[in-house]
């Protein structure tokens, strides 16, 4: 009787071990996607040939750019070794780069026609620049910055590179969240833009605060002329007007959303992208999904924000929902357009007329 109790108890044991092997691909299976009308939903492309986990997307006039992590650890170590996928505009596969390192951050650099992928954004971060065309690359050391982590997402406005600095480990937020970054060959300069705990306006009470940002991740330029930035574990935006002038200002927008009819716990943001024309698609990557969707609609109101949102009952609590989302500026409430995603996080808008100049930013106010 022992003996069949323990054989029961191992039977038992390996049943549990093979459940929780197979969970991920269990999600996936169980997983559906679903827009919100008028919202529509199709599949761009799928993990496969050996590369999984898409994140940060891009595109230049005639293709996009998808980076997969591969499940590389976050601060390069253990062999880490990254896939970035160049496709068409509809999702045919062209050509695949192998980089080392975990890619995060991936930008199209319109005026030089090249390709910038950071990699290991918790420390021990390197830039490297492709030619998507022939497909050599030139790495450039970034290290493990002040703020005691690494890189994470790069933004072009005109001749100036911002950089979030990411995954801090310092106990106070003094150090820069936000880097500009000059290049002389191979030699860096880094330039703090904004420190974790800059001054801040309150889109949602007006209210001056001291910001205290623990992970800053994602960023964009908006339509505007903006940078706006992902704090990711705080649960918000932060929004930095003429940044490096004289002028500079900077505002802070709170998260919130539903999941389930309640209030969230906690709502945390990976990428967010701007409609920059009412027709295009909105691409964004489920990593534990293993797809990069396209979301359509007949209308996208230009200048529309919209952002890839993980939903939690309690701060650090489990996820309750996953989805993309229609973001509010003025009160940082999040509305679900793509409901059932396993885990969004790169975005990217692309205009209908993607092979048009986009032209200077609109509605920037002159400063000194």
């Known amino acids: 009787m022992k003996n069949g109790l323990i054989?029961?108890?191992?039977?038992?044991?390996?049943?549990?071990?093979?459940?929780?092997?197979?969970?991920?691909a269990l999600a996936r299976a169980i997983a559906v996607p679903t827009p919100v009308p008028p919202y529509s939903?199709?599949?761009?492309?799928?993990?496969k040939n050996g590369y999984s986990k898409?994140?940060?997307?891009t595109f230049s006039r005639t293709n996009v750019f998808v980076g997969y992590g591969n499940g590389g650890k976050p601060d390069g170590s253990g062999g880490a070794m990254s896939t970035i996928v160049k496709y068409k505009m509809d999702g045919t596969v062209l050509k695949t780069f192998t980089v080392v390192g975990h890619n995060d951050g991936l930008r199209f650099n319109r005026e030089t026609g090249d390709l910038w992928a950071l990699q290991n954004e918790d420390g021990n971060s390197t830039l490297i620049i492709i030619e998507p065309g022939s497909g050599q690359m030139k790495t450039i050391a970034l290290g493990t910055g002040?703020?005691?982590?690494?890189?994470?997402?790069?933004?072009?406005?005109?001749g100036s590179v911002f950089i979030t600095a990411s995954a801090p480990t310092l106990t106070t937020?003094?150090?820069?969240?936000?880097?500009?970054?000059?290049?002389k060959g191979n030699k860096v300069k880094l330039t703090g833009v904004i420190n974790g705990n800059t001054s801040a306006t309150d889109v949602t009470t007006g209210s001056k605060v001291t910001l205290n940002l623990q992970d800053p991740d994602s960023m964009i330029r908006d339509p505007f002329g903006e940078l706006v930035l992902t704090s990711q574990a705080d649960g918000e935006?932060?929004?930095?007007q003429h940044p490096r002038r004289k002028c500079q200002n900077v505002f802070v927008v709170p998260l919130t959303s539903t999941a389930g009819g309640k209030t969230a716990g906690n709502t945390t943001a990976d990428d967010t992208a701007f409609a920059d024309a009412a027709q295009g698609e909105l691409l964004v990557a489920d990593k534990n999904g293993e797809k990069v969707y396209a979301i359509t609609t007949p209308y996208?109101?230009?200048?529309?924000?919209?952002?890839?949102?993980?939903?939690?009952?309690?701060?650090?609590?489990?996820?309750?929902?996953?989805?993309v989302g229609r973001t509010d500026l003025t009160t940082g409430f999040v509305t679900p357009i793509?409901?059932?995603?396993?885990?969004?996080?790169?975005m990217a808008f692309i205009p209908a007329e993607h092979d048009a100049d986009l032209g200077p930013v609109r509605g920037v106010e002159e400063c000194p």
Not at 7 to 24: E, V
Not at 300 to 310: E, H, I, K, L, T
Request: glycine share 12%; net charge negative.
């Open 300 to 323: 996208f109101s230009p200048g529309a924000a919209y952002s890839a949102v993980v939903a939690t009952a309690t701060p650090g609590g489990s996820t309750v929902a996953a989805f």
């Open 41 to 47: 939903l199709s599949t761009f492309a799928i993990s």
């Open 173 to 183: 937020s003094t150090a820069p969240a936000v880097v500009s970054l000059k290049l």
């Open 146 to 158: 002040p703020h005691g982590g690494g890189y994470d997402d790069l933004v072009f406005d005109g």
């Open 338 to 346: 793509v409901t059932g995603l396993l885990n969004p996080g790169g």
């Open 7 to 24: 054989a029961k108890a191992l039977a038992f044991g390996a049943f549990l071990m093979l459940l929780a092997a197979l969970r991920p």
């Open 237 to 240: 935006l932060v929004i930095v």
């Open 54 to 57: 898409p994140d940060s997307i």
